[in-house]
């Protein structure tokens, strides 16, 4: 019984990977820009804030993989909860990335597929070490990509307010995430694990920007 609810699990986070990868993201909660006039943007403001969202875009891509790998393999149940509601507030990210990446006439990367794949494996095996770490790869993960989006923040124009509503959102969800996870029981993860975590992560903003 417990093979077969492994294999159902597994077939079921699949279908996850294909729908992130393939299918159009959708959002339960209101699009936090929807009220938000855009505003005249030149050629180059566009290209730049739709690559800097592009980033975002992948990063939510490796965040759905890596809860959707840790799902996998948690042992608790309250711990695999906790990484599918935050993988569901994820799938919402990239809706609003993806919706603003069009907006602003760019695409998302060709590189999803690659990051996807990575990112699950890490989940999995993190999961795997147990549901503390797992918990640890989480907060750690969310701190490191509230950096990110902190960063963004302060390269987008001024005006750009339409994408500031979705960052600054985005932001918010990733700070509560973090925090659930060590209410849970997150371990700290070593500074090693981080450094390369942080390493991994340049790697990705860097491929994703161009590409």
């Known amino acids: ?16 990977g294909l729908r992130t990868l393939l299918a159009k993201a959708h959002s339960q909660r209101p699009y936090p820009d929807a009220q938000t006039p855009e505003v005249s943007l030149s050629e180059e403001e566009k290209k730049h804030i739709s690559a800097l969202m592009r980033i975002n875009h992948t990063g939510e891509v490796c965040a759905q993989a890596l809860y959707s790998g840790q799902s996998l393999t948690a042992r608790d149940a309250a711990t695999s909860s906790t990484m599918q509601q935050a993988a569901r507030e994820e799938t919402e990210h990239l809706a609003w990335c993806e919706n603003r990446i069009h907006a602003l006439g760019g695409r998302t990367s060709v590189l999803n597929p690659l990051f996807y794949a990575g990112s699950f494996a890490i989940g999995a095996i993190a999961g795997a070490l147990g549901d503390k770490w797992s918990l640890g790869f989480l907060e750690e993960t969310e701190n490191q990509v509230g950096e990110h989006l902190a960063s963004h923040l302060k390269q987008l124009p001024e005006h750009d307010e339409k994408t500031r509503k979705i960052i600054e959102q985005m932001q918010s969800d990733e700070a509560k995430h973090a925090h659930n996870a060590k209410m849970h029981g997150a371990a700290s993860l070593p500074a090693p694990i981080k450094y390369c975590m942080k390493q991994m992560s340049k790697v990705m903003t860097t491929s994703t920007y161009h590409l």
């Open 1 to 16: 019984m417990s093979n077969l609810f492994n294999v159902d699990r597994l077939i079921a986070e699949f279908d996850v």
